[in-house]
């Protein structure tokens, strides 16, 4: 351990110790009163919430596809999206994964701020965790290490990608998102100039799912992040995806332009799985945060109709 001293005048040490003491005593007050949430607790609760997220399609992405079916004009679109339907009864009745492409574990973590973590580290139990749930599950290993050059697959889907974010309160909340191959891949992240606004918004949403085809097996749910930084607005599209499907926003400019969007990108033709229609998408979700006066980020992340994701509170 190591101990620095500070020299102070002498007319000045009991200032210095009424400056320091207060916030002391008051950090000792606070721990006393935290809550602690072993780690154990998060390794189990992960392990859980990947094969819920895998084997159990939400109810609110159940009613969007059963909306669509009603809606959809191809017959060949109807037809499919009978199949994804079916689809998502056999895999909650037989625990079987929605897809072959159990996807790279995405974690998002809420820490508050009154809570304190015991018995190791986090990040440590979110990845025993991931491990324990895909292996125990026998949920396909998509991960690979050394991207560009080996490829070797680790052999139990870990690495995940966790995002923490502090908030008020004194729960651990935990939101496992597989992220399969498909609809990642197809999507895209744009630096736009201030100039192009909401039209130019608008055509990098089209552009990028007219370019994704069928490839992110849609109808889609489409997650947009608008303005802060690159990786700011990327990490706002991929939280957007986790509102449930079809919900409105908070901000009233935002719904209108989720409406806009969700119109035009229904009339492209993709249709279910890309075999062409109506449904091409269930949802446009969009969040957005202040900018750069230089700058108009806009992230697209693509969720396909399997948008899998499972949380929980402790």
Known sequence: ?????????????????????????????????????????????????????????????????????????????????????????????????????CGAAVVFVEIGQDVHITGGNLSDAIE??????????????????????????TGDNTPPVIHYDIVPGDHLRIVVMPKGGGA????????????????????????????????????????IGI??????AAIMAKKALMRPVGQPGPDPELVILEEKILNRLNCLGIGPLGMGGSSTALAVHILAFPCHMASLPVAVNLQCHSARHAEVVL
């Open 184 to 223: 990642e891949n197809t999507s895209r992240v744009s630096m736009l100039s201030p100039g192009d606004g909401e039209q130019g918004i608008i055509d990098v949403v089209e552009e990028t799912v007219r370019g994704a085809g069928g490839a992110p097996c849609p109808p889609l749910i489409v997650g």
């Open 128 to 153: 025993r965790g991931v491990k324990k749930g895909y292996s125990e599950g026998y949920l396909r290993k998509s991960m690979v290490s050394r991207p560009f050059s080996e490829r070797v697959n």
């Open 227 to 232: 303005g802060g930084t690159l990786e700011k």
């Open 1 to 101: 351990m190591m101990i620095i001293l500070f020299r102070l005048p002498v007319g000045k040490i009991e200032s210095r110790r009424l400056l320091v003491n207060p916030p002391v005593r008051m950090l000792k007050s606070n721990l006393m009163t935290m809550r602690e949430i072993d780690v154990i607790a998060a390794e189990k609760a992960v392990a859980g919430l990947c094969q819920k997220a895998n084997f159990e399609l939400g109810a609110d992405v159940i009613k969007a596809l059963q909306d669509s079916l009603g809606k959809e004009q191809s017959a060949i679109g109807r037809e499919v999206l009978k199949s994804l339907l079916d689809n998502a009864d056999k895999s909650l009745n037989k625990r079987v994964p929605l897809c072959q492409d």
